[in-house]
């Protein structure tokens, strides 16, 4: 009879029932899968007598989550916690230095501390699974590690951030109707559905999505996992009549994490951005996640699937256990193209696109003639430019976009933009990304 794989299970919320159930539920299967059965033994969560709707019969119950970490009976430790530092970080720490495996979902914990965890389970000759850390159910890790082994990669990009997907996707279809919904109402009905938390920042600033893009990066270019290297930002800005111009325009508003391998540095940056209606990833809608790998050898692979959710991120969190079953043991972050190269800091600094930029002006002769006069100054060509109504002496919107342009050279035009007479509010700005 072979020896069961023992998993201790920190955290009984959405994800760690939605473990323990599957452990349950697909018991038979996951031992033909791995020739050895694979049980939960004991758990920890704060509230010993709250009803989770899953049994908890036969488990250890423990007070303290760290004592999952040196208990006799666990080989595995599966953080389904929270948070980048407390329990969590000091479970998963002792996990490896008693010699379990660790396991978990916390997004926040790996891209804050991802580069030291690694180095201590490489010290123990443990594993660090953290699929379901990364777009939930879609197994991005395991397809970029190894499904993806044999290309060079030169990029990464994808939609990281449900919430943030559902709201750019319900803003699109509210403005398509004709019946154009602002930020903060879709906002609050993604709250009563459930999909967005009562504090939403972490999400609808960017930071769950930075996160993940941190994480993926390691992933793809073997770089330590640096969070303070992502520039962020989120999506709180973005109106129903920037999504308007978009549509008019060929273009879908997204949310989206990009990585890429440049020649100096690494960089990694999370925005609004523009993307042609007909990407694929462009039609990638409400709270779905998608990345797109571009390797050298397949060219460009679309990864879509549910983000989050009890089902699809123990379907992420078993993966790990699975590959520990087997006796799959690998370092966390491997070696990648990228060497040694670290995620430059400032990658903004010197980001060269093309640019969206809304402005509301008062529409009187000469307006114009001197937004493009800054523009020119600072050598940022004019693409196309749009001006819907007449109301002269009233406020109207202009909207121009760019041609490739270094992102310091836009900057410092939309400075001189504001500082004209005839521009009544803050210049809006969204990158346009050609996919
Ligand atoms: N939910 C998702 O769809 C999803 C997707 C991907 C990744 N994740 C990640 O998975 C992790 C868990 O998320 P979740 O949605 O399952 O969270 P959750 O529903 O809020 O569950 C968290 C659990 O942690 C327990 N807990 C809190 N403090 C504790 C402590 N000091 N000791 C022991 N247990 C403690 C809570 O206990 P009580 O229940 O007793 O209060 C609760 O059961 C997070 O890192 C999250 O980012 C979640």
Request: aromatic share 4%; glycine share 10%; hydrophobic share 45%.
């Amino acid at each position: 009879m072979p020896e069961p794989l023992r998993i201790g299970i920190a955290g009984l919320g959405t994800v760690g029932c939605g473990v323990l159930a599957l452990l349950r539920d697909n018991a038979t299967l996951l031992e033909q899968r791995t020739g050895r059965p694979i049980e939960a033994v004991a758990v920890s969560s704060r509230d010993r007598g709250k009803d989770r709707g899953v049994s908890l019969d036969g488990l250890d119950w423990c007070d303290d989550a760290r004592a999952l970490a040196a208990h006799p009976a666990v080989d595995v430790v599966v953080e389904l916690i929270g948070g980048s530092e407390g329990i969590a970080r000091a479970l998963s720490e002792t996990a490896f230095a008693n010699g379990k495996h660790l396991v978990t979902a916390n997004k926040a914990l790996l891209a804050h501390h991802g580069a030291a965890l690694a180095d201590a389970a490489r010290q123990a000759d443990r594993h660090l699974g953290y699929e379901a850390a990364v777009a939930g159910g879609i197994p991005i890790v395991k397809a970029l590690r190894e499904g993806l082994a044999g290309n060079r990669i030169g990029g990464v990009y994808g939609i990281l951030n449900g919430t943030c997907n559902y709201i750019m996707t319900a803003m699109h279809e509210s403005v398509q109707a004709g019946q154009a919904r602002d930020f903060d109402s879709v906002l609050q009905e993604a709250q009563e559905l459930g999909y967005a938390e009562a504090d939403p920042s972490t999400d609808i600033d960017g930071i769950d999505a930075a996160h993940k893009l941190a994480i993926l990066t390691s992933v793809v270019f073997g770089c330590p996992v640096d969070f303070a290297a992502v520039h962020v930002e989120g999506i709180r800005h973005v109106s129903a009549l920037d999504i308007g111009f978009a549509i008019e325009l060929g273009y879908r508003v997204k949310l989206l994490g990009i990585t890429r391998d440049g020649e100096a540095a690494v960089t990694q940056r999370v925005h609004p951005c523009m993307i042609r209606e007909t990407a694929p990833i462009a039609r990638v809608d409400g709270v779905f996640n998608a990345v797109v790998a571009e390797g050298d050898r397949i060219g460009s692979a679309l990864f879509e699937g549910p983000g989050a959710g009890a089902g699809p991120t123990a379907s992420a969190v078993v993966a790990d256990l699975v590959d520990i079953a087997r006796g799959q043991i690998m370092p966390a972050f491997p070696a990648g193209a990228a060497g040694t190269s670290r995620p430059a800091a400032k990658p903004m600094d010197h980001h060269v696109g093309a640019y969206y930029i809304r402005l509301m002006v008062v529409d009187k002769p000469g307006v114009i003639a001197g937004i493009a006069a800054c523009l020119r100054d600072e050598q940022v060509s004019v693409e196309a430019m749009l001006q819907r109504g007449r109301n002269p002496g009233e406020l109207v919107p202009v909207v121009l976009t760019t041609h490739e342009a270094q992102e310091s050279a836009v900057v410092s035009a939309l400075a001189a933009i504001d500082r004209l007479d005839t521009v009544l509010e803050p210049p809006r700005m969204i990158r346009i990304e050609a996919f």
